[in-house]
């Protein structure tokens, strides 16, 4: 098959270009286009088969309407969410959706914990004093993990590894999710119990669930004001889980103590890209970045080797499926 992917990035060709030649006759058609998927670009799919798409483009129903005027069947994204595609509309037209359902759950997992500690130990504020000749300590000072209860919302495979190893580190483990995960009780000691329990118990609040309408701005002022003040709050799930407004609010009053976000509700059009020479225009991530207590990251936290590699494959997988007449057993269903 023909594939236009879109919103592509140099970090992520040498993995695609490996798994398609790993496809031997089977291999695909490669086009790598930098521009996001909106309603003015998807003319760039005419002729193609299908499309890949990355977490933060535009697949609303508009835009499918546009692809299937080009001929597009399919989409093949590279990401385990997929709210920014309109299942509904997909359906109607006819396309087949499939997603990358566990790239890596260890590399997001993995990075959660760095960014508790990066705040904890303020390591990044420390390595820029070193940097300035200034070796002093004071303003530096951190807290045992060991014993702190951390309050895990979402317990998935991403949540039920960020258990694992917080339990390593003697956390006492709170979790919230419409569908406990009762061997995280039986294996780490972890105590499923309501959202404002959890809240208001927790030394550190991290969130590991979908972005869905339920789910929308699932942390707010309401939710804030049920934290401990001076509460450690982690989002490497979906920007929209956080009213960003609010968790400003909450970090100036210093009911936050500590926030570290790797995704962010208007990260479209900023993260992944690089404006070191132009003013940023967004005010809230700006406000956000002036405050030292908090660590911001670019939706970086699946980027390791092995997750890049399982993306890959398994979107490739997933067009050669369709290319065989076959269905994947990663099709999304609306």
Known sequence: MKI??????AFEQEAFESANEALGEQRHDLIMVKANLNETTAELARGADAISIFVNDNASASVLDKLHAVGVKYLALRSAGFNHVDLKQAQKLGFRVANVPAYSPYAVAEHTVALMLGLNRKIVRA??????LNFSLDGLVGFDMNGKTVGIVGTG??????AKILHGFGCKLLCYDVYPNQALTTEYGAEFTDLQTLCAKSDIITLHTPLLPETKYIINSERIAQMKRGV??????????VNTADAIEGLKSGHIGYFGIDVYEQEQGIFFYDYSDTILQD???ARLMTFPNVIITSHQAFLTNTALHNIAETTLYNVSQWAAGKASE???AV
């Open 283 to 285: 005010d809230m991530i």
């Open 157 to 162: 495979k991403i949540g039920a590894i960020v």
């Open 330 to 332: 990663h099709e999304i």
């Open 4 to 9: 236009v992917f879109f919103d592509a990035h």
């Open 127 to 132: 390595s820029n004093r070193i940097r300035d």
């Open 232 to 241: 450690m709050l982690i989002n490497t799930s979906r920007g929209g889980l």
